[in-house]
Every structure is written in structure tokens, then in C-alpha cells.
């Protein structure tokens, strides 16, 4: 079946930029997302992009698909302690029933 | 707007006994989802409903997991009985069919413990 995977765990310092990294196995994905989880809270949509896109940007969030690859990336300029949460890449297919991966845990520091 | 609301929160039960969790999706959202999402893993999908009808149960356990949506709105998720195994966060979600996107709305969880 479809794979999503992740780097679980990124630590980085306030006013640095964070990129976590997504790989998906599923090559007719046509929706891929960012959701961003914070503690005891259910899944919030960060941002998305459509398959036919190389990149989107929004605010401090930056998304770069390299379809070929198919890697995903979300980079956070100016990294806030109020960024730090996890965050699940997602993909949605043909079958349009979402592959989640397993999450990667930001820590942002002083 | 409210969101999608779940309850109970927490809830601890030994094995072999059952527990329900109730969903109540934003209003209008035709589509609902239940997810279990086992501690350092990310969701996964149990059941996908489209108004009051299934559309996925391929990874429902269906020996010991039930779902209904009973009218196309609530939704209840039974397990009976509860193994070990089943110690998860269970997400539910809800989207609409007018959204594009099909951006999921999720509501906090119910988080289990089987003892």
C-alpha cells in the first residue's frame, strides 16, 4: 500500500529556519498536505499543495514538491516557540482517503 | 463556527471490556472519518463515512470495531472487546464535499487505555 515517511524528530533554534522533510510512495497522489498537531489537539491543515505544483508559499511556510522524487518538504522561516508541535505530512490519491506519515516533532529553543 | 467536538477525553478500561466514543462533526460536513492514532505513529484511517453510508472500512477490525452514523451526523466508535493493542488516541474528522481541497477538520481525540 501507500507509504509516508519522515524524520521524527527536528530541534532547532528561535529565528532559524526549519525544513522537515516527507518521501511518499503513491505516484497518483494529487493532494499533499502539512497538518500541524499540537499537544492534546487534534490535527490542524497547515498548508497543502496540488501535485501539479513545485512549490507554494504562505506567510513564513514554504512547500517544495519534487515530484520525480517524490519529497515533499515545509520549510518555517523565523521559527517561533510556538511552532514547535508535530508535524504530518499527508497525501490523498485516486482513492481520496488520506496516507498520513508518522510525524516529525519540532522543538524550537531559545 | 464549532468545531468537531468528541467525547469522552480519556478513558481507561481493563481487556475484554467494551467503550464507545462519540463524534459530533461540524455542521454540514457530509463526510466523517475515525482514526486511531497509536502513540508515536500517525493516524491511521478505521472508517470513512459519506453522510449516513460507508465508504472505506478496509482497515476496520471488524471482529471487535463497530461505527455508525446513525441520521448523517453523530457518530459512535464501539470496541468490544478491547485488546491491549487497541491503547491508542482515536481522532475523529470531518470534511465537506464543497471543499476542494478535502481539508479534514479534526476534533481533539479520545484518548484509551486498555489495562
Known amino acids: 500500500g501507500e507509504d509516508v515517511e519522515q524524520s521524527l524528530f527536528l530541534s532547532v533554534r528561535e529565528g532559524d529556519s526549519s525544513v522537515i522533510n516527507c518521501t511518499y510512495t503513491?505516484?497518483?497522489?494529487?493532494?499533499l498536505y502539512w497538518y500541524k498537531q499540537e499537544p492534546g489537539a487534534g490535527l490542524q491543515l497547515l498548508t497543502y499543495i496540488f501535485s501539479n505544483m513545485d512549490m507554494k508559499q504562505d506567510q513564513r511556510l514554504t512547500v517544495l514538491l519534487n515530484k520525480k522524487d517524490k519529497h515533499l518538504s515545509l520549510r518555517i522561516a523565523d521559527t517561533q516557540t510556538g511552532d514547535s508541535a508535530i508535524y504530518f505530512c499527508a497525501e490523498m490519491g485516486g482513492s481520496y482517503i488520506p496516507t498520513f506519515g508518522r510525524g516529525t516533532s519540532l522543538i524550537v529553543h531559545p | 463556527e464549532a468545531g468537531v467536538a468528541q467525547s469522552p477525553r480519556y478513558k481507561i478500561i481493563e481487556k475484554r471490556q467494551s467503550v464507545a466514543f462519540w463524534c459530533n462533526p461540524i455542521s454540514g460536513h457530509a463526510t466523517l472519518y475515525w482514526y486511531q492514532q497509536i502513540l508515536g505513529q500517525g493516524p491511521k484511517l478505521l472508517i470513512q463515512?459519506?453522510?449516513?453510508?460507508?465508504?472505506?472500512d478496509s482497515q476496520l477490525p471488524k471482529d471487535r470495531f463497530s461505527a455508525e452514523r446513525l441520521k448523517g451526523v453523530d457518530s459512535t466508535l464501539k470496541i468490544q472487546p478491547a485488546k491491549l493493542e487497541d491503547s491508542a488516541v482515536y481522532l475523529c474528522a470531518s470534511s465537506s464535499p464543497t471543499n476542494g481541497i478535502n481539508e479534514q477538520f479534526f476534533g481533539p481525540g479520545t484518548r484509551l487505555t486498555v489495562l
Open positions: 463515512f459519506q453522510n449516513n453510508g460507508v465508504v472505506d
Open positions: 503513491d505516484s497518483s497522489s494529487t493532494y
